[in-house]
């Protein structure tokens, strides 16, 4: 791993040619980016996601979560993101999503896989995470990286079943 600044990232990844950013605020680029996952990706009405879009800019841009964006090795777009926060060692992904053309492909496994890496190195020891109970990919994914469901909560958030995870690092 390389660890790098620039002067739009707070910090900035290099593992085995993925090259991943931290954000503070967020980039116009990478705004369209997670815009075009969220409105393609979730059975949430169109209203509902508009307002989790600009939940994740609130998020950032107050400095209660980290923006991780992965650039694709091939034209240096941006192609993932996560959303996290970290208190007391306890890591929240609220979000990650990889673009439509760009899945079944292995990024969002190696981008989580590398996330994992930079959080532990950060001092978090355990990450939580919640999935809509229909959506497979992620399902697939976090069982292959031994994420371990610890509930189940039905008709929940936008009447919604949920998945809660957690994972040691």
């Known amino acids: 791993m390389e660890r790098t600044v620039d002067n739009q990232a707070r910090e900035h990844y290099f593992y085995n040619g993925m090259n991943i950013k ?55 777009e941006p192609n993932a993101f996560c959303v996290c926060q970290t208190v007391g060692g306890v890591t929240w992904l609220y979000w990650i999503g990889v673009l439509e053309g760009q899945r079944d492909q292995g990024i969002g496994t190696e981008f989580l896989e590398h ?14 995470a919640d999935t809509i109970q229909s959506n497979g990919a992620i399902y697939k994914v976090f069982k292959m990286m031994d994420f371990t469901v610890f509930a189940a909560v039905n008709n929940f958030w936008h009447n919604q079943d949920y998945f809660l995870w957690s994972k040691d690092i």
């Open 115 to 128: 996330i994992l890496r930079i959080l532990k190195g950060n001092k978090s020891h355990k990450v939580w």
């Open 22 to 76: 931290l954000f503070k605020t967020v980039p116009d680029d990478v705004s369209e980016m997670i815009r075009e996952i969220l409105m393609k990706a979730y059975d949430y009405p169109e209203d509902i996601r508009r307002k989790e879009i600009d939940e994740i800019h609130f998020n950032v841009e107050r400095e209660d979560g980290d923006l991780y964006v992965a650039y694709d090795r091939r034209d240096n």
